[in-house]
């Protein structure tokens, strides 16, 4: 695998000739970030060699390599979901990929169910930890030294350097931020009411498909990550709720320009 991500990364470089300190990674309802960044490239998964597909509808899929405010970025428009049929090798193909375009930092962003009560629909939350429970993990098979040691120490997945910029940053730019554990589940289906109970019995805040095996290999390779969830629905264990993937995209919609603007100064002020 090392040499296939060194085969895409050297496609890349000879394209475009721009190398990224920072990573992006847009989840549902949040691909305008794009918007934010003065583009210089912009590469569609489908042109880009070993590269899985989106399926996914409201999942764009292209690399998009361009500034804010001086700082080289590329950001996944669109990312690869173990429930569509990836693997987690695919699923985190692109980190890998990122890390040896010269990405240092990697800030992954969500939607997902809230479990805790003090959440509400709209609510941003800046993860400080997760809990994988997702079935397959992206580190299983033999490890490549190259990529990282063995056994990854995970006690910090999420920077602390990064998270106390952000919540000053929103503090300052009137934002309001929340912070929680988010629980990854393989998907697709959203959480019967005792599964959303489970996740809160488990000590998560929040519940989402993704961002857990993305994170795991960024820190495999000591990528420094910086996770931002918005809420898109309740899970609450007394009451039916009618989540939907319309609800999702909707309501991360509304959440997006604060969303985007707290990334933006992120990494610009960074
Ligand atoms: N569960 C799982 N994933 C999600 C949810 C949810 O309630 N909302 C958005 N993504």
């Known amino acids: 695998m090392f040499e296939i991500v060194q085969e895409t990364v050297q496609y890349i470089q000879d394209k475009l000739n721009f190398s990224p300190e920072y990573g992006v990674i847009l989840g549902s309802g949040l691909g305008g970030f794009t918007e934010d960044i003065e583009v210089e490239y912009t590469l569609p998964y489908n042109e880009i060699p070993n590269f899985p597909v989106s399926t996914v509808q409201g999942h764009k899929g292209a690399l998009v390599f361009g500034k804010i405010n001086g700082k080289n970025v590329v950001?996944?428009?669109?990312?690869?979901?173990?429930?569509?049929?990836?693997?987690?090798?695919?699923?985190?193909?692109?980190?890998?990929?990122?890390?040896?375009?010269?990405?240092?930092?990697?800030?992954?962003?969500?939607?997902?169910?809230?479990?805790?009560?003090?959440?509400?629909?709209?609510?941003?939350?800046?993860?400080?930890?997760?809990?994988?429970?997702?079935?397959?993990?992206?580190?299983?098979?033999?490890?490549?030294?190259?990529?990282?040691?063995?056994?990854?120490?995970?006690?910090?997945?999420?920077s602390k350097n990064l998270i106390d910029k952000a919540k000053k940053l929103a503090q300052n730019l009137n934002i309001e931020v929340k912070d929680g554990i988010y629980l990854g589940?393989?998907?697709?289906?959203?959480?019967?009411?005792?599964?959303?109970?489970?996740?809160?019995?488990?000590?998560?805040?929040?519940?989402?498909?993704?961002?857990?095996?993305?994170?795991?290999?960024?820190?495999?390779?000591?990528?420094?990550?910086?996770?931002?969830?918005?809420?898109?629905?309740?899970?609450?264990?007394?009451?039916?709720?009618?989540?939907?993937?319309?609800?999702?995209?909707?309501?991360?919609?509304?959440?997006?320009?604060?969303?985007?603007l707290l990334i933006k100064q992120l990494i610009a002020t960074d």
């Open 185 to 260: 589940l393989q998907g697709p289906t959203f959480e019967t009411l005792s599964e959303y109970r489970m996740v809160k019995i488990l000590g998560a805040d929040c519940v989402g498909m993704s961002t857990v095996p993305e994170v795991i290999v960024a820190r495999h390779m000591e990528m420094e990550c910086f996770g931002v969830s918005v809420i898109t629905d309740m899970g609450d264990e007394n009451n039916i709720n009618t989540v939907s993937h319309d609800e999702v995209l909707e309501a991360a919609k509304k959440a997006e320009p604060q969303v985007r």
């Open 75 to 158: 950001a996944m428009q669109g990312r690869f979901h173990f429930y569509e049929g990836y693997d987690m090798k695919e699923v985190t193909f692109p980190v890998r990929v990122m890390k040896y375009l010269g990405v240092k930092k990697l800030v992954v962003s969500n939607a997902s169910g809230g479990v805790n009560p003090n959440y509400k629909v709209g609510d941003i939350v800046i993860i400080y930890d997760h809990i994988n429970f997702m079935p397959e993990h992206p580190l299983r098979g033999k490890n490549d030294e190259r990529f990282g040691p063995r056994f990854v120490n995970m006690s910090e997945p999420y």
